[in-house]
């Protein structure tokens, strides 16, 4: 269960996510930092994926799947490179079935000023704003809320996530492309 929420303003991309995780019944707030639901890496790229742990994880374990974007993130990088890998890899280590093509996992990919969602049926979109994870749909609409600061869309967003759906809790993390640091904001 997650929440991860984007959006791009002036030039940058801002991030932000829940840090729940679970173990069995027990709930945890462990998933924090580099450790996090969003990611940074060595190339700059940013990733926030939410879906099956292992398929997650095993992406993440395989930097050069990344390598696309090592000038610049594209939606043609993500289709021709990115993807046709990835499945590949899923599929080689069983977290994907020879014949299935959906995605254990949806992502969100940041870089610079720009962002793109990979959706669970492999459909690749440029966007400004959105939201995945079991609690996106809650967390979308306060995205577009222009009267609000970056830092309280996201923040906003992710606290309707969490009130409707018992697997996003805060602490939640903040992080942009632009100062590269992780913000924890306790409620």
Not at 58 to 81: C, M, N, Q, V
Request: glycine share 8%; with cysteine; charged share 30%.
């Amino acid at each position: 269960m997650t929440v991860i929420v984007a959006l791009e303003k002036d030039g940058v991309v801002y991030m932000g996510s829940d840090t729940c995780t679970s173990r069995g019944k027990k709930k945890e707030n462990e998933a924090k930092g580099e450790f996090g639901k969003v990611g940074i890496l060595s190339n700059g790229l940013f990733v926030g994926m939410s879906g099956l742990v292992c398929a997650h994880q095993l992406l993440l374990s395989h930097p050069t799947l990344f390598s696309f974007a090592d000038e610049k993130l594209t939606k043609e990088g993500i289709i021709r490179s990115f993807l046709p890998q990835a499945i590949d890899l899923l599929k080689e280590n069983k977290e994907m079935e020879k014949d299935d093509n959906n995605l254990p996992v949806q992502m969100l990919l940041a870089k610079d000023s720009d962002l793109f969602v990979i959706t669970s049926s492999l459909k690749v979109f440029r966007v400004r704003d959105f939201a995945i994870g079991s609690g996106g749909s809650y967390a979308f609409a306060a995205l577009r809320d222009e009267n609000e600061t970056v830092e309280n869309r996201l923040l906003n967003g992710m606290r309707l996530a969490e009130k409707f759906e018992t697997g996003v809790s805060a602490p939640f993390i903040l992080v942009d492309t632009k100062e590269k640091t992780f913000k924890e904001v306790r409620e």
